[in-house]
């Protein structure tokens, strides 16, 4: 979904409902295509009036969604910073007229936010792209998917609003094929397996994500492998069936493997005291240059919106993931 200009009203929300969201309810479907918005604060949206369907005000969060309902969002409190363009270096790995992928560095914020107002992927886009021009009143101008600020790898940018649409619906459509590395603490029971819950705000500290009860959160579904195991970890790869916020990072904490690094779901200080005192000093070490998760988005499969060929685009692991399997593979 794409922040779009208005006049009176600062900016709106609007999508068209595709056939895999036909006959849910309201609030379940913008939950599910508007991923910067939690469900109680898209249900407060609706019950103040500012959610419409085919240019009707709707305030029941029950309403039933059919295919080809045009929704419109008016968007309280949009920041009025005005996006610029930064010279901020860019790994593009793939770009044509309607697209580009980049492979993104851990420590940079996919779009503006509060607190993120500049030097952000999109600022660098603004500089390297003058195709962005359609965008250019949007805070998220050709963003189709995100990754986390400390999370590294590839990202699809859509050139044009056309394409955006495009690669959106195949997002929705779970048509485009995502795949990570993660490098993890300890080792699955299964070397395969599927992990499957329900995903909602944390009851108690409302800035994570956590593993609920069904009925307070989204079904969330991560397939896993492990690709190498170590005596203290394990290197892993992910396919994603559904995209919920930090999704990855809550499932493998859910299963007692949090990704190494990660300072929100147990992968630092809290892992590292589980370890015998002769264990400690390799991996402190570790956790010294590896300052974020350790979590790489290395795999993405797409239909081009123009030619309607697929494209499989693969990039390597980081230099301090490499590093740090490294040091894991040392005997202790």
């Not at 056939?19 to 309201?26: D, Q, T, W």
């Not at 989204?218 to 999704?247: C, M, W």
């Not at 240059?289 to 290395?298: G, S």
């Not at 239909?303 to 040091?327: F, T, W």
Request: hydrophobic content about 35%; charged content about 25%; some cysteine.
């Amino acid at each position: 979904m794409t922040l779009l200009p208005d006049e009176e009203n600062g900016a709106f929300i609007k999508t068209i409902v595709t056939f895999n969201f036909s006959h849910k309810r309201l609030d379940q479907f913008l939950s599910e295509t508007e991923t910067t918005a939690s469900r109680s604060k898209i249900q407060r949206w609706i019950r103040d009036g500012i959610v419409s369907v085919n240019s009707v005000v709707i305030k029941k969060c029950g309403h039933k969604v059919m295919e080809g309902d045009i929704i419109t969002v008016k968007v309280p409190n949009v920041p009025s910073t005005t996006l610029k363009p930064e010279n901020i270096p860019l790994d593009i790995v793939y770009e044509d007229e309607a697209l580009l992928v980049v492979n993104k560095t851990s420590g940079l914020v996919v779009h503006p936010a509060v607190g993120h107002t500049s030097a952000t992927l999109v600022n660098a886009l603004l500089y390297h792209c003058q195709d962005f021009a359609d965008f250019e009143n949007s805070i998220r101008p050709g963003i189709v998917h995100r990754l986390d600020k400390e999370t590294s790898g590839l990202l699809i940018v859509a050139k044009t609003e056309d394409t955006r649409a495009f690669l959106s619906k195949q997002l929705a459509e779970r048509q485009i094929k995502r795949r990570y590395n993660a490098l993890v603490w300890g080792c699955p029971k299964n070397l395969t397996g599927v992990i499957d819950t329900s995903i909602g705000r944390h009851p108690k500290y409302r800035q994570r994500m956590a593993v609920v009860e069904t009925d307070a959160g989204r079904r969330s579904i991560t397939h896993y492998r492990v690709l190498k195991p170590f005596n203290q970890g394990a290197l892993l790869e992910l396919d994603l069936e559904t995209g919920r916020t930090h999704q990855i990072r809550v499932h493998l904490s859910h299963i007692g493997n949090p990704i190494i690094g990660d300072p929100v779901y147990g992968g630092r200080v809290k892992w590292l005291a589980r370890l015998a005192p002769k264990q400690r000093p390799r991996l402190r070490k570790m956790l010294e240059f590896l300052k974020r998760q350790a979590l790489h988005a290395t795999e993405l499969e797409f239909l081009h919106p123009y030619s309607k060929q697929y494209h499989k685009i693969k990039v390597p692991l980081p230099d301090d993931i490499q590093e740090a399997i490294s040091l894991l593979s040392r005997p202790n």
